[in-house]
Each structure stands twice: as structure tokens, then as C-alpha cells.
């Protein structure tokens, strides 16, 4: 079979939820969609190696404005087309499909020209910044149809998180009252720059012009999880921030603290410091009968009542690993919980693996099939309104009512 004629009819694959091994046997090679990744900072080199893992994507285009971020490129995949200017990959013949994981407010521009230009669009969360501009982008994506937009949020396609949400909804540990999510590191969040010239575009999350700071990198994914979870109508946004340690020129907040309140009564609180990373990335579903725990990989259920969900029995093993995009620290196998009552504590039984080869096994999949994933242009562009809501909560120290324009809804 051509590689035309699958994407437009499909082809014969086995459906897959799982990682590594299991994508990269679901299918030849020989029926592949050629990807082009816009963004080759430190989050799109980390697609090199997700892909590998997903083998009906076919990386055949890279592109970045930063020439050096090129050449790490061209090293890390030499028989991959570079280019500088994004408009001139979304020329090349051979992209169907492409990742934009360039810097936040550059996602605007760069979809609106790969809809135009026809293609497949996996967009890096937060989709995009601006509620105008996230108004915008869903509309052009509804006049697409036929073209997949999905955005990045792999936790929404984690066998983990799918697990727990099925937990959750099947009352397991009851009626859920509150969720309270963190995700901590200890550092500036700033990388070297091999000349001043580039600061801004290498540090581009410090600078307001093209960031939305620790809410839109940070704390959207836990959002976006909770949001999905609650599944009643959001009512209103609070919080709290400021640049209260790293007075160092920066223009985002190195530390923020996120309210929201939902009709069912739920509120779910998001705190991100960069001053102390004791837990992680870690987030509690807290229900009348029960709790569940979160961090990226792993997941537990504490039944309530017993000594176990007692703060003071939690014993937290020291030396977090290090996300390699983020530079947050994240709650491994070797600090998880431990407790003297370990026996009432039950492990949600999923992968451990990193869920955005997952994430991607999706999107070609949904290319595949002519259907537009889960994680789609509606549910990405709430989370954009919920977190530019976040941040102007923060600026303006005050309560921020959801308007309903701000629920979206994907088209027949």
C-alpha cells in the first residue's frame, strides 16, 4: 500500500495502549506519516526518541530559528531535512503531520500556517496563549475538519491517569470533595546560553512576551487532569503569585498558587514553587472513602480510616529525579510512599513508562482512522482559557468567573 493511499483509507494495525515493545511491533515500517517537529529545544529533541517508539511516524523534517539548535539536530538525526524558517517545512511534500514545540506564544502563527498548508497538527500544551487567540485557533481548526489537531497533554492518554479517572468515576473511594496538586523543583528554571543574544529565545519562560511562567508548563497538565476528572461546570479562578526569590530579571512568577472552584463543590488547588522540590509532581484526589495519589508514573489508593492516610505515617524517601524538559523534580520509583502501613495502600496497576510516546501512538493512529483524538482543539482550548484565566487571577490578585464562552465543543 501506498503511503497516500493509507493516510487516506487507513490501514490494518493492532490497537495499541501500551509502550515501547508494544508500539514499535504494532506495525511495518513501510506505511508511514512523515512528521516535521517545529521546535528543537530541549522538548522537541525529546521526540527524537519518543518517536522511535511509534514507527507509523516517520520524523523526516526538523526545523528552529536558533542555528545551534540545528546542529544538535542534524547530530542527534543525520538523514533528517532541517530548515530555519517553518513556512518552508510546511512546503516540504513529505510532511504530513507536524509537532510544534516551539516556544508559547510562537504555537498562534505557526498552527494557523500548518492548517493552511494542509497538515496533521500535534500541538505542545499549553495550546495556545490568549483567550482571543485561543478563540481564533479553535475556530480555524473547526474549519479543518478533515486535518487531526491534538494537543499535547499526554496525561490524558496515560494508561495511568485513564486508570485512575475510571477509579474515580466507578466511586472507589467515594464523592469527590477536593483535589490538591503540586508540582515542585528547587532551581532557577534557566538554562546556559552560548551567546546573550540568544537569552530570550533560550530563557524564553522567564519573559512574558513569550511565556505563561510555571501555570501554562507546569501546573496545565495537573489542570487539565482535574478538570477532565471532576466533570461539573467550573465556576470560578483564583491565585496568588510573584517573583519572590529568583529576582534575577524574569518576568514569569517562580512561584504560584492556583484556586479553582467547581458547581459540584469540588475545589482543586496547584502550587508550583522553585524553591523547594519536596514531592514533586504529585497530585491528590481526595473522595469520602478514600484517596488517590498521583505522581507521573505511578499511582496509589489509600482507603480512608485507616493509619495510613495520616500525614504523619507518610515516610518520603529523598532524591527526586529531574524532568528533562521542565527541570522539575518528579517523584520516582525509589521515593515513592512508604509507610509502616503499606499493606492498605493498593498500586494502580499501569505502565511506568513516559506516557507521550502513548500520546503519539494516538495521534497517528487518529490520523489513521480520520478521527480527531481526545485530547482535541476543545479540550485544549479550555485548558488555554483556564490558564490565561490563572495568570490574570494572579496579576490582578483577584476571582476570575469562568465564562461560558470558554467551553468548547467540537464540531459533527
Not at 514533586?280 to 495510613?308: M, S
Not at 507518610?314 to 528533562?324: E, F, P, Q, T
Request: glycine residues 8%; neutral net charge.
Amino acid at each position: 500500500m501506498k503511503r497516500r493511499d493509507f493516510l487516506i483509507t487507513g490501514g490494518a494495525i493492532a490497537a495499541s495502549v501500551g509502550l515501547g515493545s508494544t508500539l514499535a511491533s504494532a506495525r511495518a515500517p513501510s506505511d508511514q506519516i512523515g512528521i516535521g517537529i517545529i521546535g528543537v529545544g530541549s522538548r522537541g529533541k525529546q521526540h527524537f526518541k519518543f518517536l522511535q517508539d511509534v514507527p507509523m511516524l516517520k520524523l523526516v523534517a526538523n526545523c528552529d530559528v536558533l542555528p545551534f539548535r540545528l546542529d544538535e539536530a542534524k547530530a542527534a538525526e543525520p538523514g533528517v531535512r532541517t530548515y530555519v524558517d517553518y513556512r518552508d517545512l510546511l512546503n516540504d511534500k513529505d510532511v504530513d503531520a507536524v509537532i510544534v514545540s516551539t516556544h508559547f506564544s510562537e504555537h498562534h502563527p505557526v498552527v494557523l500556517a500548518a492548517l493552511d498548508a494542509g497538515k496533521h497538527i500535534y500541538c505542545e500544551k499549553t495550546m495556545i496563549k490568549g483567550i482571543d487567540e485561543t478563540r481564533e485557533i479553535f475556530d480555524a481548526t473547526q474549519k479543518h475538519p478533515k486535518q487531526i489537531f491534538q494537543t499535547g497533554f499526554q496525561y490524558r492518554t496515560s494508561p495511568l491517569f485513564e486508570a485512575a479517572a475510571r477509579s474515580i468515576r466507578n466511586g472507589d473511594i467515594g464523592r469527590i470533595t477536593a483535589i490538591n496538586c503540586q508540582w515542585n523543583r528547587n532551581g532557577n528554571w534557566r538554562r546556559p546560553v552560548p551567546n546573550p543574544k540568544w537569552e530570550r529565545h533560550v530563557n524564553w519562560r522567564m519573559y512574558r512576551e513569550y511565556s505563561g511562567g510555571l501555570v501554562a508548563e507546569l501546573c496545565s497538565h495537573q489542570m487539565g487532569f482535574c478538570d477532565w476528572v471532576i466533570g461539573s461546570e467550573l465556576q470560578q479562578i483564583q491565585g496568588v503569585g510573584g517573583i519572590d526569590f529568583w529576582v534575577d530579571g524574569r518576568e514569569t512568577y517562580d512561584n504560584v498558587h492556583v484556586v479553582t472552584r467547581y458547581k459540584s463543590g469540588v475545589t482543586a488547588t496547584y502550587a508550583s514553587q522553585t524553591t523547594n522540590s519536596l514531592d514533586g509532581f504529585r497530585i491528590a484526589v481526595l473522595g469520602k472513602k478514600g484517596t488517590i495519589i498521583l505522581t507521573t508514573n505511578q499511582g496509589w489508593t489509600i482507603p480512608e480510616g485507616n493509619a495510613v492516610a495520616s500525614p504523619d505515617n507518610l515516610d518520603l524517601v529523598s532524591g527526586a529525579l529531574v524532568d528533562g524538559w521542565t527541570g522539575a523534580s518528579i517523584v520516582g520509583p525509589e521515593n515513592a510512599y512508604r509507610t509502616a502501613n503499606e499493606r492498605f495502600m493498593q498500586r494502580i496497576d499501569a505502565p511506568t513508562d513516559d506516557p507521550t510516546p502513548v500520546a503519539l501512538q494516538k495521534f497517528a493512529e487518529a490520523i489513521r482512522d480520520r478521527r480527531q483524538p481526545v485530547s482535541n482543539a476543545a479540550s485544549g482550548a479550555k485548558l488555554s482559557a483556564m490558564v490565561q484565566s490563572a495568570i490574570d487571577a494572579m496579576d490582578g490578585r483577584k476571582v476570575i468567573p469562568w465564562r461560558a464562552e470558554n467551553n468548547y465543543q467540537m464540531g459533527p
